[in-house]
């Protein structure tokens, strides 16, 4: 029971370039959310997958796109990646609302 | 969206009990409180949450004021490996959407 994987754990990128960041639960959970956190803060919420088939906006998505490719998987996008957006990446899953969130082990993105 | 305040910063001698109080004056009859923790270089890890009446977990106890809008985390008896960043968070039932504040980071000194 791996939990809560993200792939890549480092990443490098060149300002317009674009990536995709996955995510991945085996936890047969419903809810699958992405929150990025930047150097001294905390965590703040991207996008979220309230159940397979449905995403929402969270506090900061521009710049962002995301998929809930089944319910195990929650992909994010960058399609033109910006300095600004350098951060740690951290993907989560829950049961349901109000419930307990598991959080992966985090994508460490550099935009230079 | 209700908002929570938490100390910068704790220090706590090992082995003794640590309290980290939160501040949620704005909380609704519908928030439930969270209370998450980041280890170095780790993704947060739930701790504890509760609503209106106190709870106790293998790791901590959560006390809630009677009037909810304070909480207090406590660890019995804090180890070096509680030295983290602590999280109070409120969420809304009904949404999906955890406020993140920037913490208590919680110093364990041997």
């Known amino acids: 029971n791996a939990g809560v994987t993200q792939t890549p754990k480092f990443q490098v990128l060149k300002t317009g370039q674009s990536m995709t960041l996955q995510c991945a639960q085996d936890?047969?959970?419903?809810?699958m959310y992405w929150y990025r956190q930047d150097p001294g803060m905390g965590l703040r919420l991207i996008y979220y997958?309230?159940?397979?088939?449905?995403?929402d906006k969270g506090e900061v998505p521009n710049g962002y796109n995301v998929s809930r490719l089944n319910k195990r998987e929650f992909s994010l996008r960058l399609e033109s990646a910006a300095p600004s957006q350098t951060s740690v990446y951290f993907c989560?899953?829950?049961?349901?609302?109000?419930?307990?969130?598991?959080f992966g082990p985090g994508t460490r993105l550099t935009v230079t | 969206d209700a908002k929570t305040t938490q100390p910068n910063s704790m220090e706590s001698n090992e082995e003794e009990p640590v309290h980290l109080p939160c501040n949620h004056s704005?909380?609704?009859?519908?928030?439930?409180i969270h209370w998450y923790r980041q280890l170095p270089s780790q993704g947060p890890e739930y701790v504890i949450h509760?609503?209106?009446s106190n709870v106790n977990n293998r790791m901590a106890s959560l006390a809630i004021a009677e009037d909810r809008k304070s909480s207090t985390l406590i660890l019995h008896r804090a180890t070096l490996r509680d030295a983290a960043v602590y999280y109070c968070?409120?969420?809304?039932?009904?949404?999906?959407?955890?406020?993140f504040g920037t913490g208590t980071r919680l110093k364990v000194l041997a």
């Open positions: 989560a899953s829950s049961p349901g609302h109000s419930y307990e969130q598991y």
């Open positions: 936890m047969n959970h419903n809810s």
């Open positions: 997958s309230a159940s397979e088939g449905t995403t």
């Open positions: 704005t909380i609704s009859g519908t928030d439930y």
């Open positions: 509760g609503l209106t």
């Open positions: 968070i409120l969420s809304t039932s009904g949404t999906y959407k955890y406020i």
